[in-house]
């Protein structure tokens, strides 16, 4: 079962960054579309970001538009989500997905693959 790793998580101020990291256990992952999605507390899971299979489309959730940028670097079969001016919405569990469509995806549902998740919290 192939597997994805999440990394980079944790607490930041309002206005701050923080880099997610997504490592896939293998190179089939390459072939695949890439997300991240996110579910905060007593909500449903919601799309972030998505990239294609290799880079050349990025789609966003309206809410992290010009905040939040996804992309990949598929010769270390990695995932990043470079977020910034973190609001206090934006505090959730993160988790890296993986898509067999190579296309890319904004539908939580249609993901193949998840990590375990890691927290970002946002204070003021």
């Known amino acids: 079962q192939p597997q994805l790793q999440e990394s980079g998580g944790g607490s930041v101020q309002a206005g701050g960054s923080l880099r997610l990291s997504c490592s896939a256990s293998?190179?089939?992952?390459?072939?695949?579309?890439m997300g991240w999605l996110r579910q905060a507390a007593g909500k449903e899971r919601e799309f972030v970001a998505a990239?294609?299979?290799?880079?050349?489309?990025?789609y966003y959730a309206d809410s992290v538009k010009g905040r939040f940028t996804i992309s990949r670097d598929n010769a270390k079969n990695a995932v990043y989500l470079q977020m910034n001016s973190l609001r206090l919405e934006d505090t959730a569990v993160y988790y890296c997905?993986?898509?067999?469509?190579?296309?890319?995806?904004?539908?939580?549902?249609?993901?193949?693959?998840w990590g375990q998740g890691t927290q970002v919290t946002v204070s003021s």
């Open positions: 997905s993986a898509d067999r469509d190579p296309t890319g995806n904004t539908d939580p549902g249609d993901y193949d693959y």
């Open positions: 990239i294609d299979w290799n880079g050349g489309n990025t």
């Open positions: 293998t190179p089939v992952f390459r072939s695949y579309a």
